[in-house]
């Protein structure tokens, strides 16, 4: 393998010449650092990413703690991230917390001992002591999709209040009238977000959100699985089910198929996390869908901003509903008007 010195013999430049060529540093001359460049092409000279890091202090690489990497979503996140750390010469490692506070802990440790430059993480249940201790330590670190109330962290996420607002609306005027939610875990931000949403949306339309309508899940599929069983079994089930999450939805769709009912002619499904299997379900189901492809790459660069010393933006992107036929056909003669309410 080329060495640096084969570099600078090959370019007739010194040891410390090449160096500062491939670091851009500007006292190089474009005549000098043409020859470098041309010399590393033709040895195939490869820098020494360890001697480099010892001695910029900097690893060129970025970690990403995910909630469930089963999950598409996050899936799909993840490979933005890559993409986009890629592109801005970063390499990016991944720890899947599955949801658990102590293995995000675990991966939050794990990685800064490997000296990463900064951290994206998307918080279990309620965060955890080592991710926060990571934030007081001055860490670079930037959350996604999901974040910590009152910490200083930049934040780039969905908002899908108004997503909510029109899937409720186009429910409405589907005829739907007792619809139901399977919830996320109420410690999260975007548990809690998104039952609010459906409330408040409900509330425009005079609809209550009983609790029995309520059900408790847990961002996996078994969990919409049992949640949809128990709202089967009531004296008088929903027309609908809401689940906050892709998972939870197909975990809802077994239920239903298991008690040789159909969607939507016996009971309607919407989900929030659009996924590219909900186009090959029979039928395709309603969802709203988040730009997880834009979140990622702009987390990455609110990271990169951080570890440059600069503040990193939170930033907020719209999510937008995908009507399919899962929750019906629409009605023309039906009007989706929220019942107006007179202001003091």
């Known amino acids: 393998m080329a060495s640096i010195k084969d570099v600078a013999a090959e370019a007739g430049v010194s040891v410390a010449t090449v160096s500062r060529a491939l670091n851009g540093h500007p006292s190089v001359s474009p005549a000098a650092r043409a020859r470098v460049l041309a010399a590393v092409e ?6 020494n990413a ?37 592109a801005l010469g970063y390499s990016v490692i991944i720890g899947n917390a ?20 900064g951290l994206l993480v998307s918080p279990t249940d309620g965060g955890s002591p080592g991710m926060l201790d990571a934030v007081r330590a001055g860490t670079p670190m930037v959350f996604v999709d999901r974040w910590l109330p009152g910490v200083d962290v930049p934040v780039v996420r969905s908002d899908g209040r108004k997503a909510v607002r029109d899937l409720v609306a186009h429910l409405h005027a589907l005829g739907h ?26 509330g425009a339309y005079g609809l209550p959100l009983p609790d029995a309508y309520i059900g408790q899940g847990d961002f996996q599929a078994g969990s919409g699985r049992r ?15 809401f689940a906050a999450d892709n998972l939870m939805a197909l975990g809802a769709l077994d239920a239903i198929r298991a008690r040789g009912l159909r969607v939507p002619d016996d009971i309607a499904l919407a989900a929030f996390d659009d996924i590219r299997w909900f186009v090959h379900t029979d039928p395709p189901i309603t969802a709203i869908a988040q730009s997880t492809g834009e979140l990622g790459r702009a987390a990455v660069r609110a990271l990169v901003d951080r570890i440059g010393g600069r503040p990193g933006e939170s930033v907020t992107l719209p999510a ?3 009507p399919r036929r899962s929750c019906g056909e629409p009605d023309p003669a039906r009007s989706p008007s929220p019942v107006r309410r007179s202001t003091p």
């Not at 033709?42 to 820098?47: E, F, Q, S």
């Not at 010892?54 to 060129?60: E, G, I, S, Y």
């Not at 599955?98 to 430059?117: F, G, K, N, S, Y």
Request: glycine share 4%; aromatic share 4%.
């Open 98 to 117: 599955d949801e658990r506070p102590d293995l995000q802990d675990h991966h939050v440790a794990t990685l800064l001992d490997r000296r990463i430059d």
């Open 42 to 47: 033709t040895l195939g000279y490869r820098p």
């Open 50 to 86: 360890v001697a480099r890091s010892l001695r910029t202090h900097q690893t060129r690489t970025l970690g990403l703690v995910i909630s469930d990497v089963l999950n598409p979503y996050f899936a799909e996140l993840a490979r933005s991230v890559e993409e986009e750390a890629r």
């Open 320 to 322: 937008r509903l995908v």
């Open 227 to 241: 949640v949809t069983e128990g709202f089967l079994a009531l004296p008088e089930p929903p027309e609908v089910v």
């Open 177 to 202: 009238r007792r619809l139901a939610i399977i919830a996320g875990p109420a410690a999260t931000t975007t548990g809690r977000e998104r039952v609010d949403a459906f409330r408040e949306a409900l």
